[in-house]
T-cell receptor, first 110, second 115 residues
Framework: ELKVEQNPLFLSMQEGKNYTIYCNYS?????LYWYRQDPGKSLESLFV?????AVKQEGRLMASLDTKARLSTLHITAAVHDLSATYFC??????????FGGGTRLMVKP | GAVVSQHPSWVICKSGTSVKIECRSL??????MFWYRQFPKKSLMLMAT?????????EQGVEKDKFLINHASLTLSTLTVTSAHPEDSSFYIC???????????FGPGTRLTVT
């Protein structure tokens, strides 16, 4: 059974600081997704990572995938308040279903 | 990005009644769609895979007679919560996948409250 673990589950950080969210998964997969969710809203797609070593960046967010270590990271650079949200990683399987991590609730303080 | 709509966006119903939630793919046909459920402050859990023209595939622990899924066309999947109870109150979200990019797109969600 595929298990996806994120850490930390909650992150409070100051504006301007850097931090990394980690996503570990238990079985082989080459499809890793990162989503953002604002309170009361659905999921907004951030990144799709499809190969070992894949790195993608959008603004202050950068995601990477190491399929050998079964690890993906979401790095936040110089955080701003607008990044406050819950971030989910999810692992895709052959049937295209997604197994989600527990989520990381990020709070960026001024 | 691809567009998925859901209707209604929120619904309140009484215990014992049934509620139908629609999920539409507005831009491209989707032979497969997915239904997820999210309880407050929790993650998303896959409920079932909706297959156009055939029976849905349910995840372990999800009652198929309680959560009826119909994928009657290439752009519409419906989830009916039958004989709803307060513990069915949740945020229900559907999704579809772009098979060329593997991008998975989520609908805006339906918040169900059963009183």
């Amino acid at each position: 059974e595929l298990k996806v673990e994120q850490n930390p589950l909650f992150l409070s950080m100051q504006e301007g600081k850097n931090y990394t969210i980690y996503c570990n998964y238990s079985t082989t997969s080459d499809r890793l997704y990162w989503y953002r969710q604002d309170p009361g809203k659905s999921l907004e797609s951030l990144f799709v990572l499809l190969s070992n070593g894949a790195v993608k960046q959008e603004g202050r967010l950068m995601a990477s995938l190491d399929t050998k270590a079964r690890l993906s990271t979401l790095h936040i650079t110089a955080a701003v308040h607008d990044l406050s949200a819950t971030y989910f990683c999810a692992v895709g399987n052959a049937g295209n279903m997604l197994t989600f991590g527990g989520g990381t609730r990020l709070m960026v303080k001024p | 990005g691809a567009v998925v709509s859901q209707h209604p966006s929120w619904v309140i119903c009484k215990s014992g009644t049934s509620v139908k939630i629609e999920c539409r793919s507005l831009d491209f046909q989707a032979t497969t769609m997915f239904w997820y459920r999210q309880f407050p402050k929790k993650s998303l859990m896959l409920m079932a895979t909706s297959n156009e023209g055939s029976k849905a595939t349910y995840e372990q622990g999800v009652e198929k007679d309680k959560f009826l899924i119909n994928h009657a066309s290439l752009t519409l999947s419906t989830l009916t919560v039958t004989s709803a109870h307060p513990e069915d109150s949740s945020f229900y979200i559907c999704s579809k996948i772009d098979s060329s990019s593997y991008e998975q797109y989520f609908g805006p969600g339906t918040r169900l409250t059963v009183t």
